[in-house]
């Protein structure tokens, strides 16, 4: 009995100690964790809270059939489609760059290089997303531009080709780097087996390993739609102020982020209706790349079932 | 009899071409590299060639100017330097402790894949949308201002998923041996991730908090919607005080008319691509060394 009572109280206290300190820890790492989720449900709650009221002021049907954006005029129309054929147009632009190139650039590096190539390929053509958005839209307005008019006379000064251009480039890597990872993750033996049966690397890579890493290629589509949706910066810069509810390249246009710069550029007093517009702006946007997301995870989640 | 030959003769035909088309993909392929790598050759040599005429101790010393050649980046470099030091107090400590909580403490429940989830999400969601929140919320709200606090802050939240998704990728690359090493020697749970996860782990979150520092620092779309200014001609004294960043000093030079701040423009962005291009390259390099110390 006294054996016992010298052996535990001081150590019981010891270990409660202890043990109310690692259960402290424990919280407040969690709590930390957790805060990725008050800033998701704080942006949400400020764009829809700071968004809404413009709804008092201008009805829905408006917003959706008017055929011009111009909010800040004396006789000011909202009809966001304006802006959304802007974001559409330059991102149509930036994909049918970035999703070829993207792809073949994947198979190239999982199907067709030694693994010492892929070392020094793979973070090459990361740095292309590394560079700043400010430096790209320098680029596509000072020199991709000049470049087509001369190609193309009639090409704006500001114009959504370029812009999309430069910004097909930038999310190459996004692609490239998903869909390979996506490939390399398909089982060896689909590889081994379809060689065997006499096919060629072309026929193996398009044939039997894209078809069936598809769904991760297909999640890097998506991923990079909802990059090219976001971008601000270069199509700031490159396509334009002019918003526009056309589908030519050719011409400046703007697009919601772009919108939103412009905006944010002067003065505007909190609550103002222009202030209002470009959380209407924001709001859009972020349900546009929300939903991009949302496939993009789904179908992810698709491929990683099938092949554990 | 001549059948069989025509058959032979069919057969190597056929090989050589699939072995053709299989030469030809390779060359394409050779050729798409060739194209975004050779893009991003062009780019750095053709703002190299505009700017660096510009690159001069006093463009450095300088504070913006109508005159375009005396204007400088002084209260730029200094403002993104404050900034990015705002962002990495808030954003490393955060992002790290969530990624340790994630891998190590948080059960496989609907809450951790909440919050799974909800990085994934963070992650994608446009930069722009981050600087509506802050505007909305840290400038009006919590009445910040347009202040340097609220711009490190900014770009804190949007940097917090690279650092948690890349903390969470070193750890997972310890194996459980390590760890129940530990436990069998009587060690706790955070004496454990003190003394060995976070050690061994470290090469792997630095080159995460290193990349989310170079994305902070060509940042420029969610820091205009908070109210950068574009024409500081003073240095910062306090977190509370106004300021420029060297993205929005450039974006402001692009977006003038004038040829000679086209050239400012293109001497702001060769020091901002180097910088970032540095921390990139810092990355790929950490994480070589720490590949080679540590094999399992």
């Known amino acids: 009995m006294a054996i016992r009572s010298e052996f535990s109280t001081p150590q019981s206290l010891k270990r409660r100690l202890r043990n109310f300190k690692e259960s402290l820890i424990g919280l407040s790492l969690f709590l930390c964790a957790l805060s990725s989720v008050l800033i998701t449900f704080g942006v949400i709650y400020t764009l829809i809270s700071e968004a809404l009221p413009f709804f008092k002021d201008v009805s829905l049907k408006n917003f959706i059939l008017d055929r011009e954006w111009t909010p800040l005029f004396e006789n000011p129309q909202y009809g966001i489609l304006t802006l959304m054929s802007g974001t559409f147009l330059t991102t149509a632009i930036a994909l049918t760059i970035a999703i070829p190139l993207g792809t073949v650039a994947a198979v190239f590096l999982s199907e067709y290089c030694s693994h010492r190539a892929r070392e020094i390929f793979k973070p090459l053509l990361e740095l292309l997303a590394a560079v700043p958005t400010v430096v790209y839209g320098y680029f596509a307005l000072l020199f991709i531009t000049p470049l087509l008019q001369k190609i193309i006379p009639s090409l704006e000064s500001f114009n959504a080709l370029s812009a999309g251009l430069v910004m097909g480039i930038m999310i190459i890597p996004y692609i490239s780097s998903l869909s390979e990872d996506a490939m390399r993750a398909v089982p060896l033996h689909l590889r081994e087996g379809s060689l065997a049966m006499g096919a060629s690397k072309l026929q193996t890579s398009f044939n039997v390993i894209v078809p069936a890493a598809f769904s991760g290629i297909a999640s890097a589509y998506v991923l990079g739609i909802s990059r090219a949706l976001g971008e601000t910066m270069v199509v700031a810069i490159a396509a334009g102020l002019q918003p526009r509810l056309s589908l030519n390249p050719l011409e400046s246009t703007q697009t919601l982020t772009a919108y939103i710069v412009q905006v944010s550029m002067g003065d505007l007093p909190q609550g103002s209706i222009g202030y209002r517009t470009i959380y209407v702006a924001g709001l859009v946007l972020l349900i546009l790349t929300l939903t991009f997301n949302l496939i993009g995870q789904n179908i992810r989640a698709r491929m990683e079932n099938k092949y554990k | ?296």
Not at chain 2, 32 to 46: K, P, R, V
Not at chain 2, 88 to 116: C, Q
Not at chain 2, 149 to 171: H, Y
Not at chain 2, 235 to 248: A, E, G, K, R
Request: aromatic content about 12%; proline content about 5%.
């Open chain 2, 1 to 296: 009899m001549s059948s069989t030959s025509s058959r032979q003769i069919n057969l190597k035909t056929q090989i050589e071409k699939l072995k053709r088309q299989d030469m030809f993909f390779w060359f394409v392929g050779l050729i798409t590299l060739a194209f975004a790598l050779l893009t991003l050759l062009s780019l750095i040599a053709d703002m190299a060639m505009t700017g660096w005429p510009r690159i001069s101790q006093s463009f450095f010393f300088s504070f913006p100017s109508r005159f375009p050649d005396k204007a400088g980046i002084y209260s730029a470099w200094v403002g993104s330097f404050c900034v990015v030091l705002v962002t990495s107090l808030m954003a490393i400590p955060l992002g790290i402790a969530s990624g340790v909580y994630l891998e190590e403490y948080a059960k496989k429940n609907i809450w951790t894949k909440l919050i799974e989830l909800n990085i994934l999400n963070l992650a994608g969601i446009p930069s722009i949308t981050y600087g509506l929140m802050a505007l909305g919320f840290f400038v009006y709200r919590m009445h910040l201002g347009q202040s340097i606090l609220t711009a490190g802050m900014t770009l804190g939240l949007l940097v917090l998923p690279i650092i948690i998704v890349t903390t969470r990728e070193a750890i997972r690359t310890i194996p459980s041996h390590i760890r129940e090493a530990s436990y069998s020697l009587g060690a706790t749970k955070w004496q454990t991730i003190h003394n060995h996860i976070l050690p061994y782990s470290s090469g792997g979150i630095m080159t995460g908090v290193v990349i989310a520092l170079s994305r902070a620092i060509g940042e420029t779309a969610p820091l205009i919607t908070v109210g950068a200014l574009t024409f500081i001609a003073f240095l910062p004294s306090s977190p509370m005080d106004p300021y420029t960043v060297l993205p929005i000093q450039m974006f402001n030079w692009v977006s003038r008319p004038q040829e000679e701040f086209h050239i400012n423009a293109a001497a702001a962005g060769l020091v901002l691509l180097t910088m970032t291009l540095f921390l990139n390259g810092t990355a790929i390099y950490i994480r070589y060394l720490f590949r080679k110390k540590y094999k399992w």
